[in-house]
């Protein structure tokens, strides 16, 4: 059959696994397809694809089998439910997992390179996805890390054709990467500040307060600073109130600092893409004397005077 396309997430050799799955490929001129047997090209489509009607009614049932399955054992969780439907619900996890095994082993047959897919994220997720139910037999409650299987939900991208969206996820983890040191010491000086006030806290409030270990004050002042407020620990005294009041009013100030941070990533990330305004180096404001202001700016981002037409 010649002409037969579907996206698939191991062509070429130059791009990442992930960014590889819009991509369309012919199965009788695809070197690592044509000399393959037609059912496994045929099995390929509909577990890669989502071009055929099988292969988009696969992703679905897979979608709808995961959103069950962490159900079930979200459910199995719950004390007054596991006591009347235990059985059940054990009985349930096994069908998804065996369910779940057949796929990855087909996934793992099919593949023009396995190994590469095993390796891939989506082939990460898909073996943890059926390891916890058989290492609950080996180790008693380790089912409940069946619910990474909710990372596979992350294809639905693909079955509904929300691939355009993955443009801003990406540009958002590089204004991660790009102000990953900026964070960095960001977290630092915060860790400093909870060390210095929880030692003081220490000091002031002590243990007939509930103070009674500076580590101890130290989590009283991260749970104070991030304006979380458990309330387990509370200060006494006069003074001491008076410390948390300032720790809570400098909670608020440092919650805005990363938001800038990761915004200010992201326009430099959109200038580099040339999505936003390129700035003219020739175009001096006037008051400051300072250049390079975008191309349609009417103020200056130095001193917001009046800047002259380009």
């Not at 095993?118 to 997720?125: A, T």
Request: positive net charge; hydrophobic residues 45%.
């Amino acid at each position: 059959m010649k002409n037969r396309t579907m996206p698939y997430a191991s062509v070429g050799r130059s791009q990442k696994f992930s960014d590889k799955l819009s991509m369309g490929i012919e199965y009788d001129d695809h070197p690592g397809f044509k000399d393959r047997p037609r059912w496994k090209n045929d099995l390929h489509q509909i577990i890669f694809g989502n071009t055929t009607f099988w292969g988009r009614t696969f992703d679905v049932v897979l979608i709808v089998a995961i959103v069950c399955s962490v159900t079930v054992v979200m459910l199995e969780s719950v004390e007054s439910i596991n006591q009347r439907s235990g059985r059940l619900l054990f009985a349930l996890e096994w069908v998804f997992t065996l369910a779940f095994t057949i796929e990855y082993t087909c996934r793992l047959l099919v593949a023009e390179r396995w190994l590469r897919y095993g390796r891939s994220f989506f082939g990460v997720v898909d073996l943890l996805a059926i390891l916890p139910t058989f290492l609950s037999l080996v180790v008693p409650g380790a089912q409940v890390g069946a619910v990474l299987r909710v990372l596979r939900i992350l294809r639905v991208f693909r079955v509904l054709k929300l691939a355009q969206f993955i443009g801003g996820e990406r540009m958002l983890l590089r204004a991660f990467r790009s102000s990953a040191y900026k964070i960095a010491v960001f977290l630092i000086a915060v860790l400093t500040v909870v060390v210095v006030f929880g030692s003081a806290m220490y000091f002031i409030e002590g243990s007939d307060s509930g103070f009674t270990s500076i580590p101890r004050s130290v989590y009283w002042a991260i749970v104070t600073l991030t304006t979380v407020g458990f309330g387990d620990i509370t200060p006494l005294t006069p003074f001491g109130q008076m410390v948390a009041a300032m720790i809570m009013v400098l909670g608020y100030g440092i919650i805005a600092v990363p938001t800038g941070i990761v915004t200010a990533g992201m326009i430099d990330r959109v200038r580099v893409k040339g999505t936003a305004p390129a700035r003219v180096s020739g175009r001096v404001c006037a008051s400051c004397g300072r250049p390079g202001h975008s191309s349609d700016a009417q103020f200056c981002c130095y001193c917001s005077m009046d800047l002259p037409s380009s």
